[in-house]
């Protein structure tokens, strides 16, 4: 899990200086693509991914979300990147088995005040959604801080889509909810394996799927922001496992 989740941080490094006005999400995950493949030797794990029936296999390698879309954006050569976008990259690696999952916010350009300080209170949502995990807490208390953090800023947390249990497969139990009571959930303990994936909205927290089944986009079509790290439960604590250098938690 180590191991798959730096091969995904490392994606995250990579990707950045190509993250410029007038690239098309279509190369970026081309890029990332060529990247996994054959540097990393991994497998992109979004490629076909097909969850369920009542949607097509997962087109792409990566998942590329700009401005309004929550998340599960499908990268497009005809999606040109302009100056004030907000962009977030998902990756999400199979190493030796084993599932790596991250993302993070791009900034394209300079884009305004508002749009950065969503981007920045989002990833504080995260970093303050993995302090509080540690064994005997629970994940209620997780959701809860996070929840808290967006909301004092005036921001609204989206609930249909998850942080989620990661090893062998991709998404598996147990469901990790951006929001919550605290003291509630199921209890941490030393060995879980899970992700934290806060989506933040600057508007109302509700969204809709697009006629392609995938792209969720925000109701009123405000921006969304969105941070990703794999997380294990430590005897003493976490260990993020998609971890980048650049990073203190
Ligand atoms: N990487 C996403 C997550 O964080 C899942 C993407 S599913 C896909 O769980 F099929 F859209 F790739
Ligand atoms: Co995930
Ligand atoms: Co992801």
Redesign the pocket.
């Known amino acids: 899990m180590r191991a798959a989740g730096q091969a995904a941080a490392s994606v995250l490094n990579m990707i950045g200086e190509h993250v410029q006005p007038g690239v098309s999400t279509g190369q970026l995950d081309e890029t990332c693509h060529r990247y996994i493949v054959d540097e990393l030797q991994c497998i992109p ?3 076909n ?1 097909s ?1 369920s029936r009542h949607q097509p ?2 087109p ?1 390698a ?2 590329i979300s700009v401005n309004q879309v929550v ?2 954006g499908i990268p497009s050569k005809r999606k040109i990147l302009r100056k004030g976008d907000i962009v977030n990259i ?3 690696v199979i190493k030796d088995g084993f599932h790596g ?1 991250t ?1 993070k916010m791009f900034l394209v350009g300079k884009p305004r005040a508002f749009a950065q300080k969503l981007v920045g209170v989002t990833q504080e949502c995260l970093y303050r959604g993995i302090r509080a995990v540690r064994p005997g807490a629970r994940l209620g208390d997780v959701g809860h801080t996070i929840q808290i953090h967006a909301e004092a800023h005036g921001y609204s947390v989206v609930q249909e ?1 998850v ?2 249990g990661i090893g062998r497969k ?2 598996d139990a147990p469901t990790v909810f951006h929001f919550g009571l605290p003291n509630t959930g199921e209890k941490l303990i030393e060995g879980m394996a899970f ?1 934290i ?1 806060p989506m933040i909205n600057l508007g109302t927290r509700h969204t809709r799927v697009l006629g392609d089944k ?1 792209t969720v986009v925000t109701l009123d079509r405000k921006l969304s922001a969105q941070w ?1 790290h794999t997380i294990l439960v430590t005897a003493d604590g976490f260990e993020v496992l998609t971890k980048r250098d650049d990073e203190t938690i």
Do not use: K, R
Request: proline share 12%.
């Open positions: 794990a979004p490629l991914y969850p296999p997962f792409n990566t998942c998340c599960h998902d990756i999400t999952d993302s889509y942080g989620h991709f998404h992700t994936e995938w990703e």
